[in-house]
């Protein structure tokens, strides 16, 4: 049976605040959070009647000697308890029930607009920050939700005390009345306290779980340089500023449960002293002084209540506020609003910014000799960035974004392999067999990958593919590649992790599986540039050179010192200088 999701369509959030964001969850499941008001409310009122119930027993049993009576209100406290017991497991189960709802539909919301923002979303926020606010901040957002049934509840219990004694007597309604927002006055500052070390809490540990992402995905590299000391010492030291982070939230924490504590208790004792007098100066009797202590005894709890829902309200707001963050981040359209249709056929791909003119149906290699500058000509000829790109002769822009990301496709050679089985995470077109599988994997020459799983394509693989090496990984994100079939796919370094003999076959193959379709691979490499239609040079961010592999080696020496690897000439733009002829060499010439 297939899973279900809690929440298919999880509704549109309220962004305008954090506050907001809570009432909408709240407005979002009202009989349920109705029933749980409901239900806690009745217990908590629940627990005042025992008080009364006790004074009864002693003023009409005891004090009367009338065993009868006792009875009577001895089984009436019994029955009371075991309603109670009962209201108060069902106020636990609906409240649980409230607040995982609340969970899943903020994850289902954050889930759907994560998944608009797309590539993007790692331009605009750190991986680390997302990890914080879908694991730990939907949580403390939801246990806010508590307040709705044993807040309400104890607000309402709070107010039926007081009137109960204001039938014994004034003065202790009035103590009662007034003592409790003098407890929320003294809380106070230190939840304020709470809030502001919350948030600096939060943003050290989104930096620290980006830090800790960053250094796990490039182990491996940094062992092989030799840097995972100097990565570990950096993590270490920043790890140390989180837990001065952590010890400070502890400690406004902590001062907080101990008031929780120590505050009510002492206003208990105060409330118990006060009808303790009045009872010896004969204003209340025995069974009411009684009966006053176990209602300032059950007041407690709803007071607890509402220094806890003060406390999960903070950070709640805390939570709430970087949940909104994420949710207010929109989908970069690149400037385009859809205004032109993309080209009906094959066309010309053409950056202003650094002059490439990529001809369809052609496989262009690109040398740069900055890999940032890679990376940016990529970006604007997928359409990840505003630019100038033309495709057809019109704006790339304005064209639906939905058509450029089905027809142009940008490979990044560390892009995401979610788990499952191989064939699961190869197949990214509906209807693709076995047959258009092993095709892909033969162009990337990735059939000894699937030839070393003990299951061949139907073998689990991990997310991220952690169990294969970085090589492996990499001729897979070729072959799934190369299975989407786009119009125009751009590769980025496809064969860094791979050793020269394969790095030769996939070169061969690549150019037989693209054939009459627009590849641009963008690498510095001999072995794949020599198997490329033409090749251009990328300096400074501009094209400074075209032609085939052999004759910018022949002609370029700038070229050739960035494809060779010439350890006296690694700046692109100084080893052209050098090697341009003066005018007497060209006179001599």
């Known amino acids: 049976m297939p899973p279900q999701i809690p929440h298919p369509d999880p509704g549109v959030p309220d962004t305008r605040g954090p506050l907001r964001y809570i009432w909408w969850l709240v407005r979002s499941e009202p009989w349920r959070v109705l029933r749980g008001s409901v239900i806690g409310t009745a217990w908590m009122v629940g627990l005042s009647a025992r008080p009364y119930l006790v004074a ?101 219990a709070y107010a039926v005390v007081a009137v ?100 009510p208790g002492m206003f208990l004792a105060a409330v118990v002293w006060l009808a303790a007098r009045m009872a010896g100066a004969g204003d209340i009797s025995i069974g009411e002084m009684v009966a006053v202590y176990g209602y300032v005894a059950i007041l407690v709890i709803p007071v607890w209540f509402l220094l806890e829902g003060g406390y999960e309200l903070i950070r709640g707001r805390v939570a709430a506020r970087r949940i909104i963050a994420l949710l207010n981040l929109t989908p970069d359209e690149a400037g385009g609003q859809a205004l032109e249709p993309a080209p009906a056929g094959p066309a010309d791909l053409h950056d202003p910014a650094s002059g490439l003119r990529v001809p369809y149906g052609r496989l262009l290699g690109v040398a740069a000799s900055d890999p940032e500058a890679a990376v940016a000509l990529a970006d604007r000829l997928g359409r990840f960035v505003a630019s100038d790109v033309s495709w057809g002769g019109m704006p790339l822009a304005d064209m639906p974004l939905d058509e450029v990301r089905a027809r142009i496709l940008v490979a990044d050679h560390d892009s995401y392999i979610f788990g499952g089985t191989l064939r699961d995470i190869l197949v990214v077109r509906r209807r693709t067999g076995d047959a258009e599988i092993w095709a892909a994997l033969r162009a990337a020459s990735a059939e000894d990958v699937v030839g070393a799983l003990p299951h061949g394509l139907a073998t689990l693989v991990s997310t991220r593919a952690r169990t294969l090496s970085g090589g492996e990984r990499q001729r897979v994100r070729l072959a799934r590649a190369l299975l989407a079939e786009p119009e125009v796919l751009i590769l980025l370094e496809p064969s860094s992790a791979v050793d020269a003999h394969t790095e030769a076959r996939i070169a061969r193959r690549l150019r037989e599986a693209r054939s009459g379709r627009t590849t641009v691979v963008l690498t510095t490499s001999p072995l794949m540039l020599g198997h490329a239609d033409t090749v251009a040079l990328l300096d400074d961010g501009r094209i400074v050179a075209t032609g085939t592999h052999a004759e910018l080696v022949e002609r370029d020496a700038a070229y050739r010192a960035l494809v060779h690897r010439d350890s006296d000439l690694v700046d692109v733009g100084e080893s052209r200088e050098s090697h341009r002829p003066s005018e007497a060499q060209g006179a001599r010439r």
């Open 56 to 156: 009864r027993a002693i003023d009409d049993g005891l004090r009367a000697r009338d065993n009868r009576a006792l009875a009577v209100w001895v089984l009436a406290i019994l029955v009371a308890g075991v309603a109670l017991a009962y209201l108060g497991i069902m106020r636990h189960r609906t409240m649980t029930f409230v607040r995982e709802d609340a969970t899943a539909r903020s994850a289902g919301v954050l889930l759907r607009h994560l998944s608009r923002i797309g590539a993007m979303l790692p331009r605009k926020l750190a991986a680390g920050e997302v990890a914080t606010v879908t694991g730990s901040d939907v949580g403390h957002v939801s246990e806010v939700l508590t307040m709705t049934g044993p807040g309400v509840g104890a607000v309402i």
């Open 164 to 263: 109960v004694l204001w039938s014994f007597s004034p003065l202790l309604a009035a103590f009662v009345l007034l003592g409790v927002p003098a407890i929320a006055v003294l809380i106070g500052p230190l939840l304020r306290r709470l809030e502001q070390a919350e948030s600096a809490y939060r943003h050290e540990q989104g930096i620290l779980t980006t830090r800790a992402g960053d250094i796990v995905a490039g182990l491996r590299v940094l062992a092989g340089v030799g840097g995972r000391g100097l990565f570990g010492r950096r993590y270490a030291a920043r790890s140390q500023k989180l837990l001065a982070e952590g010890y400070r939230v502890g400690a406004v924490g902590s001062w907080i449960e101990a008031g929780m504590i120590v505050i």
